[in-house]
């Protein structure tokens, strides 16, 4: 059973606003230590299983390289605690600038996995992604 209480809840979401912000400022030393060294997960264009802060981060490089943030936001969230985990589900909107420099947005989905380590939570896990065009977003179905 879940059980989440307000300071988890925020602390996560907090660190979350952390990560998007981290992508903004191409901050790459605030997106290693945001996430954890055994971190495991899948990203946007992920075909395999990443495994670890390395694959992480070279996907991350990559976004970093392509695309220019300029904002966010999360229309839903969903954070349940079990002991020193936590899953996090979130619904979001990040906004960039291509390598033309054009303005745009893309729509994202996100399964998060944080585990609480010496009483900070902290990413380990992950499955972002963009949400598939065609429907609607940013409400709960």
Avoid: C
């Avoid at 490089?61 to 020193?84: A, K, M, N, P």
């Avoid at 985990?85 to 619904?91: E, G, H, M, P």
């Amino acid at each position: 059973m879940s059980t989440t209480s307000d300071a988890d809840k925020k602390a996560i979401l907090d660190h979350i606003d952390s990560i998007f912000k981290a992508f903004i400022r191409q901050d790459r030393e605030a997106l290693r230590r945001t996430h954890t060294a055994d971190w495991i997960g899948f990203q946007g264009p992920s075909t395999s299983i990443e495994r670890g802060i390395e694959a992480y981060m070279k996907n991350a490089e990559t976004s970093l390289q392509h695309f220019t943030g300029t904002g966010y936001e999360i229309f839903d969230s969903e954070v349940q605690v079990y002991g020193d985990v936590a899953i996090v589900y979130y619904v979001a909107r990040y906004d960039y600038r291509d390598g033309k420099g054009d303005a745009a947005s893309i729509p994202l989905r996100s399964i998060d996995i944080y585990k609480r380590v010496d009483g900070t939570w902290t990413q380990s896990g992950s499955h972002i992604t963009p949400i598939p065009t065609g429907g609607s977003w940013g409400e709960s179905s």
